[in-house]
């Protein structure tokens, strides 16, 4: 690349102001680039929900879930197909491998399912999952003057509508309404005898409201169609409507049954009243509220869409009555990652000027070599702002993690230019000087960086979803190096070559090169000590893998925990309330409190769960304030709050789980997969390795999906009810409308919109009730008793499939990191205990994930290695020095694994990638000090003083860039602000490796190389 120095230095002033165009533009790109917490990603992964009001678990089962699982088999190459049915409800998701096409499988499932016959009550609605789907906004609306309806108006007919009209905004969610709806209450025993059914007045009613066209006449050549129409206009219509009763099958009647078939209005049987109705109950502090979540657009910018939302939100405020408490504000949380993160990367760039300056002592120098930093920060900014990236915590991430490696190119010309005028400076000055200084080490320069670039290409190996997220990493540490190279070989000679005028005579000794000189020497005449020692301290590294414990994802543990409350399943909203109330009340008495919100009933939030309500279910959020100890907090929890809830519900479960940090799954759990035919025995199963698993301490939240379960009454026709003729859907239609609520429909009653629903005065509260229903038959009526058989039985609430098979799910998390050890204790555990026959056994989870991520990454950091051999190779031709280059990379282990064990960090995929980046950054040492010594060997010199003389040459930039990687990285291995993926354990992972790799590579590879051509001659490379 020394054609680009040439030409740079021919046109300094048009370099300079290329560069300073770059950094504008970069510094524009940053304030418009687009800001997110994470990449946009998209799941691999198409959910059905499926809903039809009043169906029994079974018939959705049935019905709904098996005819949907068996046309979804037929896309082979699916890897995950599950599903979960409930009362009402069912969801299946079908998952595919990353990178699949998934508008065209949307399409093509949607296809499919269009092919199937399902019920026509039943609505069905398919959706991908994004991580962008998530509300970026979230907060509890308070009424000050206690007109909560007024504020429900308010925030449904103005608030909502403008926020959605909000650029950036893709939907808002409006929780805690009580919506109202008119109930015709009938008197069951009325209507009974005048022979009249729910069903007779929902027809009756829906044929209200009626549009027939009757045809068209012709006057004066004119044509005028004819329309009979009619509408139900007001309440009293309604009570005023006429009946007519209905005719059994076969016209005989029960003599009981007097005058059925004169009409009857609807108000001599029954009462309309306006019902009020909460399906999901809202509070924050212990206070009912409304609460506002917005979801942005996949395309949005975050922090900008927040603001926007907050503005609209404090416009409305100051001039009605109500207060707003924000619960979640993910443009907040952004600003705050993006300073933290910047701040950092300022710390780095601080101790990389320190550096630099301790070791030039020469403050133009300095600067010049620290210009590469803005540069290629704003570089790498405007060049993902244009490749439709955003700035999220993975790109940032990439940014902070490589500004100590950002330096290195110009530190290593900077110095050698400088070094040259110190040495030439009476020979050679100007551009000529730092045309051949730079030349000089251009070539270790620019494959160094090549090397540095190539290790992140074989990221296509990493597969999954650590590969997804990593990739925008991985594209902003390319983008700043190659622009750091392009400064380093452009910009740098340009500006070294006019500042450097007047600097202090080099010299030729000093302690620091004495010293190591002393050293090398020693090491040169004691190999075999020498190579003993290293493999000594290789082996003993790799001992340390034990020790450390094996992890996915460093869980990052936040301040937070959510009490989850799931009350017997005929529990109602009302009990559920009063439970939660109990639980707040104490939650507000515990030490370090930071707020927390209660929600109950409603959806679930969970794609899986077809978004059905859940009266039985609730949840309680708390967040804490910072440095409270989770640990003891949650155990507290725990012990305190299960005789709580015991005393107040004897059957209700309570749920308490640490919260984590966003992002990646951390892999810390273990699941426990079971499959049988027979769904006793999947239960017996479930249930005895729940047991087993809470018996261990290195456990936590150990859950059960086939916990719930609840009494069933099952209805046969019985022989006397086939002779009777009686249809099994006449029974259900019977029996479904004495249940609950049949809705009629939506009428425009005195000029407002109503929802009319019907049901019986006279509710089933009992088995009794159920028996004592009368059934119409050919024979007159007959209680539903005579004609069924009643049975009782427990069972599931919900059922769970798994590629088509009933299966159980029993979950755990893992206190520790030792994620391996525990899971395999675990399943020693569980291969000791006696399950019940033809229970089929298999665990994922943390391990699976584990044994995923590592084999994938070890695929990737061998190419990577095979890639840094190719490149080093093509620079120094043959196969011997490229061999000797890459020995420096066997003593990575040595400091990152100590570094991992000091410090307390446990072996997850993060120390995995910064191990793969150490690949590149390692190699860099190597090359620059043996290209000099193969230079030096080329120009006659023997091999023992040429490695000598390019050890003492180079010993300065390879501690420069050493140092100011490693101190770069420091910020980031202290602070607490980065996310689970960029974490910690990445940068003390390099730090360490960095320092001991480049210890070795001063002492040890000079010693191999020595040993490898001692008696040989180097070889000119072949020039034609």
């Keep these: 690349m020394s054609f680009l120095s040439k030409i740079s230095l021919k046109n300094g002033f048009a370099v300079i102001l290329l560069f300073v165009f770059i950094l504008v533009y970069g510094g524009f790109s940053a304030t418009t680039i687009k800001q997110q917490t994470f990449p946009d990603l998209e799941f691999p992964a198409v959910f059905i929900q499926a809903i039809n009001q009043g169906a029994s678990t079974e018939e959705m089962e049935n019905e709904i879930t098996n005819p949907i699982e068996n046309s979804l088999k037929s896309f082979n190459d699916y890897d995950t197909l599950t599903s979960s049915t409930t009362e009402s409800s069912a969801s299946i998701s079908i998952q595919f491998p990353f990178g699949t096409d998934m508008e065209k499988r949307t399409v093509e499932i949607e296809q499919a399912l269009d092919k199937l016959h399902l019920s026509d009550k039943a609505t069905i609605s398919v959706q991908r999952l994004s991580i962008g789907a998530a509300p970026i906004y979230k907060a509890a609306v308070f009424s000050t003057d206690n007109d909560t309806e007024a504020l429900a108006n308010k925030l449904q007919n103005e608030i909502v509508p403008k926020l959605k009209s909000l650029d950036g905004v893709s939907s808002v969610n409006l929780k805690g309404l009580v919506s109202e709806e008119l109930r015709v209450v009938v008197d069951k025993e009325k209507a009974a005898q005048k022979g009249i059914t729910i069903s007779a007045i929902q027809s009756a009613l829906q044929s209200l409201n009626y549009g027939l066209s009757l045809g068209s006449v012709t006057q004066n050549d004119t044509t005028i169609p004819i329309r009979l129409s009619g509408k139900v206009t007001s309440i009293t219509q309604l009570e005023q409507l006429r009946l007519g009763g209905a005719s059994p099958q076969g016209g005989k009647l029960d003599p009981s049954i007097a005058k059925i078939s004169e009409p009857t209005k609807l108000a ?75 701040k950092e990367g300022l710390f780095g760039a601080l101790f990389c000027v320190i550096i630099i300056f301790l070791f030039l002592r020469n403050i133009r120098a300095t600067v010049i070599s620290l210009l590469s930093l803005p540069i290629s920060i704003f570089a790498t900014i405007a060049v993902m702002d244009q490749m439709g990236y955003t700035l999220n915590i993975m790109t940032l991430g990439g940014i902070a993690v490589s500004i100590g490696r950002i330096v290195d190119d110009s530190i290593v010309v900077i110095e050698n230019i400088y070094r040259w005028r110190q040495e030439n400076g009476d020979k050679l000055k100007g551009k000529a000087l730092a045309y051949r200084a730079t030349k000089e080490v251009i070539s270790p320069v620019f494959s160094s960086t090549v090397a540095t670039i190539v290790v992140f290409a074989p990221l296509a190996f990493v597969s999954g979803i650590i590969g997804e997220f990593f990739r925008p990493f991985s594209l902003a540490v390319v983008i700043s190096i190659v622009t750091s190279l392009l400064v380093a070989v452009m910009l740098i000679p ?91 009340s104490y939650v507000q008495g515990l030490n370090g409190i930071d707020k927390f919100e209660a929600s109950l009933g409603g959806s679930s939030g969970n794609p899986l769960r077809g978004g059905s309500s859940s009266k039985n279910k609730a949840t309680v959020s708390v967040q804490f304030i910072e440095g409270t100890n989770m640990d003891e907090m949650v155990t507290k929890l725990n012990t305190d709050l299960r005789p709580l809830v015991s005393a107040e519900v004897a059957d209700a479960i309570v749920n308490v789980k640490e919260g984590e940090q966003q992002g990646i799954p951390s892999g810390d759990n273990i699941d426990v997969s079971l499959y049988a035919n027979n769904v006793d025995d999947l239960s017996t199963a479930a249930k005895q390795i729940e047991d087993l698993m809470n018996q261990n301490s290195d456990l936590k939240n150990v859950t059960n999906n086939m916990n719930e379960v609840k009494s069933k009454w099952e209805l046969t026709l019985n022989q006397k009810g086939i002779d009777a003729n009686i249809s099994p859907y006449q029974i259900m239609q019977t029996v479904h409308e004495q249940l609950r609520p049949v809705d009629a429909g939506i009428f425009n009653l005195d000029h407002e919109e109503r929802s009319v629903s019907l049901a019986y005065k006279q509710q089933i509260s009992s088995k009794k009730d159920l028996e004592n229903i009368q059934i119409m038959t050919a024979g007159g009526v007959m209680k539903l008793k005579d004609v069924a058989d009643i049975t009782v039985r427990d069972a599931l609430i919900t059922v769970n499939h798994d590629d088509g098979k009933s299966y159980a799910k029993v979950s755990g998390t893992i206190k520790s990191t030792e994620t391996a050890a525990v899971t395999r204790q675990v399943q020693k555990d569980i291969a000791s205990l006696s399950l019940p026959s033809g229970v089929e056994v298999s665990y994922g989870g943390g391990l699976a994930m584990i044994k995923e991520g590592f084999t994938s990454m070890g695929i990737a950091m061998a190419a990577a290695v095979g890639l840094v051999f190719l490149v080093m190779s093509m620079t120094f031709g043959g196969l011997r020095t490229p061999f000797i280059i890459l020995s420096s990379l066997i003593f990575i ?73 490693i101190l770069a990285l420091v910020p980031l291995a202290l602070s607490g602000s980065s996310t689970n993926l960029i974490s910690g354990g990445l940068a003390i992972t390099v730090i360490g490796g960095l320092f001991t790799s480049t210890v070795l590579t001063l002492v040890v590879v000079p010693v191999i190389y020595e040993m490898a051509w001692k008696k040989q001659k180097v070889k000119d490379i072949e020039t034609f």
Excluded at 268 to 291: F, H, M
Excluded at 303 to 310: C, D, Q, S
Excluded at 934 to 942: D, L
């Design 268 to 342: 001599d049987i029954a009462t309309i009243t306006t019902i009020s109705s909460q399906k999901e109950i809202t509070r924050y502090n212990g206070e009912a509220s409304y609460s506002v979540e917005v979801i942005k657009t996949q395309d949005a910018n975050t922090p900008a869409v927040a603001n926007e939302v907050k503005a609209v939100l404090a416009s409305y405020q100051e001039t009605n009555h109500f207060d707003v408490h924000v619960v979640m504000d993910q443009g907040q949380e952004i600003e705050k990652s993006i300073s933290s993160l910047v």
């Design 494 to 584: 340009v500006l070294g070559s006019k500042f450097f005028n007047r600097v202090k005579p080099h010299k030729e000794n000093n302690k620091l090169t004495n010293g190591f000189e002393t050293l090398l020497r020693g090491a040169l005449k004691r190999k075999a000590l020498v190579l003993g020692l290293s493999i000594l301290l290789l082996v003993g590294s790799l001992g340390t893998i034990p020790l450390l414990g094996l992890e996915f994802i460093s869980a990052g543990s936040v301040p937070s925990a959510t009490i989850v409350l799931t009350l017997p399943a005929k529990s109602s909203m009302e009990q559920t309330n009063v439970l939660t109330a109990k639980v707040e």
């Design 893 to 965: 282990p040595v400091g990152s694994l100590t570094a991992l064990l000091i410090t307390g960090q446990s072996l997850s995929m993060s120390a995995m990638i910064g191990m793969l980046m150490l690949v590149g950054i390692v190699v860099t040492n190597a090359v620059v000090l043996l290209d000099r010594v193969e230079n030096n060997r080329k120009s006659g010199m023997q091999i023992t003083e040429a490695i000598v003389e390019a050890s003492r040459i180079r010993l300065r930039p390879i501690l420069m860039t050493a140092c100011a990687t």
